[in-house]
């Protein structure tokens, strides 16, 4: 009867033994694979075209819409500021607050982007009629000029007010929102980049909108 519960006594131990034993095999495994099963790490090969995904790509069509808004924004800005002073319509000058309220910001994101590319980023001074000190922009030029407005534009702008400004600053900026809205075009066609794709369709919703705007109110007048 003792060597009965004895060896009884025996078997328990050594199943427990033999319990603990599987019990931690298995959470070795388990650790095991965190590190090494494509599974554990969002599907191997997936988890790492995921990351690469999060490192959008880009081409030299970002990097000349980039290099050739900046100035074209810079111009526009400029021309949005001689409005609270000049303009002699409530309309006027809120479509100008509008521009430079949508275009700085985006000034600064496009800067952003090229420095990150390792690609310059166009001076402060390279905007407005220090860029192009003849010609005009009469919607025949291309590429970071297309719409620009010379020296000469920006000079009769400056120069005029009340409803004089009020016709010319509309007249101006319909040609340069239509040269953002081809040089936007262009990236949305070519581009790589996404969040670059995905202004150019804001700057084209945006001034395709404003363009409609200004056409109308020069109409009223």
Known sequence: MIRTRTRTRSLIRRGAVAAAAGAAALVLAACGSDDGDPAADGGGSGGKKGASASRQEHNAADVAFAQGMIPHHRQAVEMADLAPDRAGSDEVRKLAAAIEKAQAPEIEKLSGWLASW???VP???????????SGSGSGSGSGSAAGMMSAADMAKLEKASGAAFDTAFMEMMIEHHEGAVAMAGTERAEGAYGPARKMAGEIIRTQETE????KSLLDKG
């Open 123 to 133: 001076a402060a001074g390279e905007s407005g009629h220090s860029m192009h000190d």
């Open 211 to 214: 363009i409609d705007t200004m």
């Open 118 to 120: 390792g690609e310059d």
